[in-house]
């Protein structure tokens, strides 16, 4: 993995310890949204498409999960990333104040919610490091909307690359096999958008594309 990208507002770079801890909270919300969820170990990493020891290593705190390996545990569990990650908000208020987004570092990525929580969608600001996460493969129930704010992007859609600038978007079926990478070495921002299903079989595939290239 790479260095968690920067809070952008105060320019200062963390270190990779920093990056680490910033998810005090996810080993205990993820063994205990399994069992809320009824899933054994074996279940639950299978769907998510990892190995056992890989997710007892998380819910142990051994290791931090990425991004994508979190909206794959949130789809699973029936959660929201917020709820992963310990976040509790006092009220579900239709606007969301800048504010009151504070930046999460996981896998790479630093990400601000953006979004209500408890709802049928979930929205990000996301920062993507150049180099970071270029190998992983996402495949899952559901939409992504994305929408380029700084930096190019590049999206692998199965078998097509799309370079898209600042202003560009995409939509698409989740179900497509998919990888976000950033074209730049300042990296790419983007706003993102996806669909939260409630279901226990709802998956996320992870893994690089076999011959190809970030």
């Known amino acids: 993995m790479s260095s968690s990208e920067t809070e952008r507002s105060s320019g200062a770079a963390p270190s990779p310890d920093q990056a680490a801890d910033a998810l005090p909270a996810v080993a205990p919300q993820l063994r205990s949204l399994r069992r809320q969820a009824s899933l054994t170990l074996e279940a639950a990493a299978r769907a998510a498409g990892l190995s056992p020891a890989h997710l007892s290593r998380l819910e142990t705190g051994q290791r931090q999960p990425s991004l994508p390996m979190l909206l794959a545990l949130a ?15 006092a009220a579900r208020d239709a606007v969301i104040r800048a504010a009151d987004m504070e930046p999460t570092a996981a896998g790479g990525w630093t990400y601000w919610q953006a979004g209500a929580p408890a709802r049928g969608m979930q929205a990000l600001r996301v920062h993507v490091p150049y180099g ?33 600038a600042p202003g560009d978007s995409a939509h698409f079926d989740s179900l497509t096999p998919h ?11 983007l706003l993102f958008v996806h669909t939260l299903l409630q279901s226990p079989t709802a998956a996320l595939c992870l893994g690089p594309t076999p011959g190809d290239t970030p």
């Open 179 to 189: 990888r976000i990478a950033a074209q730049d070495p300042d990296g790419v921002e």
């Open 75 to 89: 789809r699973i569990y029936g959660t929201t990333v917020a709820e992963l990650l310990g976040e509790t908000a």
């Open 132 to 164: 970071s996460q270029g190998d992983i493969v996402r495949v899952h129930p559901g939409e992504e909307w994305l929408h380029v704010l700084r930096g190019r992007l590049r999206l692998r859609l199965g078998d097509t690359t799309h370079q898209l």
